[in-house]
């Protein structure tokens, strides 16, 4: 089966994660991709299987000693922001910049969408308007699953080649059950998302902030000198926030902290935060600022009006490959052989490979050919796909 009928047969395949749903995978139809998946591997000759968890793992044994073992992986779940049920994916020959009409009200042009002109001549393909395309991330899983048939057909010299398709990344669970008993990979990538040649290995620290505000109610009548307005504890504390680490001032290695939630009354007020950034030292020093808002105006009001809970949720994947940079050194020189850029891009966000990294699995991301992601304007080139498989064989030769 060539890489792009079995694009095609993936993303009909609803694979919808829930954040709501406390099971694993979060939604059992992820595992009718992860049985397609095994069946396809098996038919490769090789002893694929997917544990209880809807994870499924394969390897392909080494031919020569002397290599590293790799891993590649790449997730299985779209995002549960746009529907990814009934996906009609449809092929666009030779893309010239034209406006293309996904449907009656729906179509998009580079101007609307500026990384269609990253794929002018190529072969792309696009959704009917009412679905997310799912190139996010099943354009990984076909570049991997191509890379396995190449390896397996073609048997060029390499070490142990571990693969990996994980349920729910789309929800940050997909390292959850990762099986690093099985996977013993000296390294590894995760195929998933971005222009062909992007290579990632920076992610943001990222910790939440929970901040409630107790209030002292009174009758608004004869409220002097007696109400304390929760609410107004919270605009106090979240003006002497900086202004500028607001994300709609922010890109590139610049942090944040996002007020992601708020409610409240006079007794009560709840500010829900996301805080955000590459530096870990300047990452700490934006938490400490909420601590530090907090006790002035604990002290301030003369009582605990001000409660803060911050919890970690995962940090810059940078920290772990500081320390030995081969899989990022690996794919650079793979790329450049090939004759294609490479693109060092921080990513503004977390990625499955971020927590494998943590948990002893170094995992920088490698693009796929896909954009627009989480969008009914999803598109991917093929052509870049193609090239990513490429990718894939030439790092196997030089680990
Ligand atoms: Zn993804």
Not at 54 to 80: E, L, N, Q, R
Not at 371 to 398: A, D, G, T, Y
């Amino acid at each position: 089966m060539d890489i792009v009928s079995r694009f095609i047969n993936y993303v009909k395949v609803d694979t919808q994660s829930d954040a709501n749903s406390k099971t694993i995978p979060s939604t059992v139809k992820q595992k009718d991709l992860a049985k397609i998946l095994v069946k396809e591997l098996k038919e490769l000759g090789l002893n694929a299987f997917m544990d209880e968890y809807g994870y499924v793992y394969a390897k392909i044994d080494k031919t020569k000693d002397g290599h590293k073992a790799v891993g590649f992986i790449a997730h299985m779940d779209t995002s549960p922001d746009v529907s990814g049920t009934n996906v009609k994916p449809r092929i666009i020959k030779n893309y010239q910049g034209e406006v293309i009409k996904l449907n009656q009200d729906l179509s998009m042009c580079p101007k609307t969408s500026p990384d269609l002109n990253y794929v002018i001549g190529d072969d792309i393909v696009v959704t009917d308007g009412n679905t997310l395309l799912g190139a996010d991330n099943k354009a990984g899983i076909a570049i991997i699953m191509d890379f396995a048939k190449e390896v397996i057909t073609k048997n060029p010299p390499h070490g142990d080649i571990y693969l990996g398709f994980t349920p729910d990344e789309e929800i940050g669970r997909g390292a959850d059950k990762f099986n690093l008993d099985y996977f013993k990979a000296d390294f590894a990538y995760t195929i998933d998302g971005g222009c062909v040649g992007v290579i990632n290995f920076e992610n943001f620290n990222a910790s939440s902030a929970k901040v409630t505000f107790i209030g002292k109610s009174m009758h608004p009548g004869s409220a002097k000198g007696k109400l304390i307005n929760s609410q107004h504890l919270a605009f106090e504390f979240h003006n002497m926030l900086p202004k500028f680490l607001n994300p709609a001032f922010t890109e590139g290695y610049d942090g944040f902290n996002h007020l992601s939630e708020m409610s409240g009354n006079v007794e009560l007020t709840h500010l829900h935060y996301i805080i955000r950034n590459h530096n870990y030292n300047l990452f700490k020093f934006q938490e400490e600022k909420f601590k530090r808002i907090k006790d002035y105006l604990n002290n301030k009001y003369g009582y605990e009006a001000v409660k803060l809970e911050i919890k970690e949720s995962y940090l810059n994947m940078y920290e772990v490959l500081k320390d030995d940079f081969t899989s990022v050194e690996v794919a650079k020189k793979a790329t450049l052989n090939l004759g294609i850029n490479y693109y060092e891009i921080p990513i503004r966000g977390g990625t499955d490979g971020a927590r494998l990294s943590f948990m002893g699995l170094p995992c920088p991301n490698l693009g796929t050919g896909g954009f627009n992601f989480h969008s009914r304007f999803e598109f991917l080139s093929i052509n870049q796909m193609k090239q990513s498989v490429l990718i894939l064989l030439e790092i196997i030769k030089l680990v």
